[in-house]
């Protein structure tokens, strides 16, 4: 027989009635349509924002100065990345470079519309780099000597960097290197740049600028705002714009890497002793 010590026992760890069941989770609500494009086409202006300030921006080639690697009207991509790890112009090199004072002429200015709605769709888009701004002073040359180099530019003569010949198959057909406009020879300063179009007898280049005076025709390192890799638009022009061979020449740049080599060695020098007594203390 259960006593009543027993039963209380019982009714208090059986349960009572039936058990409640857990509501089983549905599928999340999804989120309209309608509201999930303006969150899209924010998110692709920032990334498109973000890719033109520090990765890659598009240009438009407003003349003629570097026909035939480059036709008025073209679209280059330039890159903007690998400035920001301390890269440097190279002898070859096409690139983009704000007008250092008095280079731009009206020809080299991106076109303007009149039409307001256009203008300001133009400036929107050049905004997150899809279109060249109205606004922007920029122009694009060729790199043709950096910093410490020695440039030769006579008539009749084709241009020497450091006492070597350039070979310049990029020039525009029937173009001469120098005979336009004759500057003798000249030495870049440090952080400097001397630039030229690849049409040199339509190119107002660093020749011009020194023969007016224009501060001495050298671009500051500081102007450029990267390197034009590749002619994206039309698609039937597009092309790499590697740095020619005739750039590679050997003794190009011996007068420049000269006055780095001790720095270098005495940079190892001093690193021996350094490691020896690390790898002591170590021990």
């Not at 027993?6 to 989120?31: C, N, S």
């Not at 339509?202 to 020194?210: A, E, T």
């Not at 102007?223 to 002619?231: N, Q, W």
């Not at 022009?237 to 750039?247: N, Q």
Request: one cysteine or more; charged letters at 20%; a negative charge.
């Amino acid at each position: 027989m259960e006593s009543p010590a027993e039963g209380a026992a019982r009714e208090r760890t059986e349960p009572e009635g039936d058990p409640v069941a857990e509501p089983e989770a549905g599928p999340a609500p999804r989120r309209s349509l309608w509201k999930e494009i303006p969150v899209l086409v924010v998110i692709a202006l920032v990334l498109a924002l973000l890719i033109k300030t520090f990765l890659v921006q598009a240009f438009s080639i407003p003349s003629d100065s570097m026909q035939n690697t480059l036709q008025q009207g073209d679209r280059v991509l330039v890159d903007k990345l690998t400035p920001w790890f301390g890269s440097t112009p190279e002898r070859g090199e096409v690139v983009v470079f704000h007008d250092p004072g008095g280079w731009l002429t009206a020809a080299d200015t991106p076109p303007t519309t009149s039409n307001p709605l256009l203008r300001d769709l133009q400036s929107a888009l050049s905004t997150v780099g899809l279109m060249p701004s109205a606004n922007e002073k920029d122009l694009i040359k060729r790199v043709i000597a950096v910093g410490g180099d020695t440039v030769q530019c006579d008539a009749g003569a084709p241009v020497k960097v450091n006492g070597v010949a350039l070979n310049e198959p990029y020039l525009y057909p029937g173009a001469t290197p120098c005979d336009d406009d004759t500057v003798g020879t000249v030495t870049v300063p440090k952080g400097k740049l001397w630039v030229m179009g690849d049409h040199r007898n339509d190119s107002w280049d660093s020749r011009h600028q020194r023969l007016m005076g224009n501060g001495g025709g050298f671009v500051p390192v500081s102007d450029v705002v990267g390197r034009a890799f590749v002619v994206a638009w039309p698609l039937d022009r597009w092309s790499v714009l590697s740095v020619p061979s005739t750039f590679g020449q050997k003794g190009l740049s011996a007068s420049a890497a000269l006055p780095a080599a001790p720095g270098a060695l005495g940079g190892l020098a001093g690193a021996v002793p350094l490691t020896l007594w690390y790898r002591r203390r170590r021990r």
